[in-house]
């Protein structure tokens, strides 16, 4: 995945996705490695540490809904 990619799924400037991912970056969930057929482009790698949040979030937001589920049917 580029940074072009990422600017055309979300609709946002490439500003923005410079800023964003120079966080995500900054922050270990991701890297940008250089691609062999232009020099210009960085490929965007997610990390080991995004993964390991990723799975955080999910069971974080699945004991939410059953929680949500409980309260409304009992």
């Excluded at 979300?10 to 120079?22: C, D, G, M, V």
């Excluded at 490929?43 to 409304?72: G, H």
Aim: charged residues 35%; negative net charge.
């Amino acid at each position: 995945m580029f940074q072009k990619d990422i600017e055309e799924e979300y609709s946002i400037r490439p500003s923005t996705a410079t800023e964003l991912l120079k966080q995500m970056e900054k922050n270990g969930l991701i890297t940008r490695e250089p691609v062999p057929y232009d020099n210009r482009l960085k490929r965007i790698a997610v990390t080991e540490k995004a993964l390991v949040y990723k799975e955080q979030v999910i069971d974080e937001l699945t004991a939410l809904e059953e929680i949500c589920l409980n309260k409304i049917f009992g």
